[in-house]
T-cell receptor, first 109, second 115 residues
Framework: GQNIDQPTEMTATEGAIVQINCTYQTSGFNGLFWYQQHAGEAPTFLSYNVLDGLEEKGRFSSFLSRSKGYSYLLLKELQMKDSASYLCAVKDSNYQLIWGAGTKLIIKP | ETGVTQTPRHLVMGMTNKKSLKCEQHLGHNAMYWYKQSAKKPLELMFVYSLEERVENNSVPSRFSPECPNSSHLFLHLHTLQPEDSALYLC??????????????FGPGTRLTVL
């Protein structure tokens, strides 16, 4: 079966750095997405990785290792508005997105 | 209107009711999706329309019926639902290009409660 694993909940302090991990087992791989979803709102696209390595976009970076079936989302200089759920999704061999259950990130002052 | 819109935002219905959820995308995309989001569970893909043709997910009960009259509009018709169908229903769209990013843009969702 296909599976995406990510921690259910994480807590971090304003101004700090947090890393949210995602491991996957899918039938084929055609890219990995990270989305952010604030409570009661639509998921919004954060990043996309298809090759191994680090993609940096401002305070957010995403890393991929295809051989390990592993990705992480790194958030720097945390702000209160970063409190949200972070969803990891993998595009499989049929180009369908397989989603993780999301990681709820709580930022404390 | 911009992006992806959904109506209604909230819906409470009895098990014998018939209702419809509406989604409209203003992005010129060629694919649209219905997802079910339950608390602490992964997004469940229900239906996909690509170039107005339906890609069916066989695990979706027949009490959910999609309709895609054109590339900008998507409906989800609901009838004789069960309490376990209570969830957030999200619509999304994407521009599907072979080998492309094909990022999905989501609407705000309809919070459905079945009594």
């Amino acid at each position: 079966g296909q599976n995406i694993d990510q921690p259910t909940e994480m807590t971090a302090t304003e101004g700090a750095i947090v890393q949210i991990n995602c491991t996957y087992q899918t039938s084929g791989f055609n890219g990995l997405f990270w989305y952010q979803q604030h409570a009661g709102e639509a998921p919004t696209f954060l990043s996309y990785n298809v090759l191994d390595g680090l993609e940096e976009k401002g305070r957010f970076s995403s890393f991929l290792s295809r051989s390990k079936g592993y990705s992480y989302l790194l958030l720097k200089e945390l702000q209160m508005k970063d409190s949200a759920s972070y969803l990891c999704a993998v595009k499989d061999s049929n180009y369908q997105l397989i989603w993780g259950a999301g990681t709820k990130l709580i930022i404390k002052p | 209107e911009t992006g992806v819109t959904q109506t209604p935002r909230h819906l409470v219905m009895g098990m014998t009711n018939k209702k419809s959820l509406k989604c409209e995308q203003h992005l010129g995309h060629n694919a649209m999706y219905w997802y079910k989001q339950s608390a602490k569970k992964p997004l469940e893909l229900m239906f996909v329309y690509s170039l107005e043709e339906r890609v069916e997910n066989n695990s979706v009960p027949s009490r959910f019926s999609p309709e895609c009259p054109n590339s900008s509009h998507l409906f989800l018709h609901l009838h004789t639902l069960q309490p376990e169908d209570s969830a957030l229903y999200l619509c999304a769209s994407s521009q599907d290009i072979p080998g492309g990013l094909n990022e999905q843009f989501f609407g705000p969702g309809t919070r459905l409660t079945v009594l």
